[in-house]
């Protein structure tokens, strides 16, 4: 016997595939990963620094700070007035209250700078101030 047109026969319904657990699976792995993964933060430029011998890793250093051989100030790869980097640093630190401030100065900008940076960090409540040297991997 014939069935009207858009109806199927229970054999046709057990032969389709349902996709949605997978669906699900797979979107629930793409979560895992978005939140599992690290996000790389980095000042902007690259800055040749100074050598030392004794630098030592940095964990946590989500404020960074670039000065380069211009004398110039990148936070998150933006340009930023000498005037303006407190206020950066303050709206940086009540995103993440436990990182810490990283210099990192090029070998050929001015001292002066230097610590201008380092005095608007601890001015802005940031204690916790580190000046990037290349380390053995560099």
Known sequence: MRQPLGVLSRDEEEQEINITPMLDVVFIMLIFFIVTASFVKEAGIDVNKPDASTSVPKEKANILIAIDANDKIWIDRR????RAVRANIERL??????????IQADKDSRTEILVGVMDSARMAGVYDVAIAAPTSGE
């Open 93 to 102: 630190h009540a995103e993440n209250p436990q990182g810490t401030v990283v």
């Open 79 to 82: 340009m930023v007035d000498a």
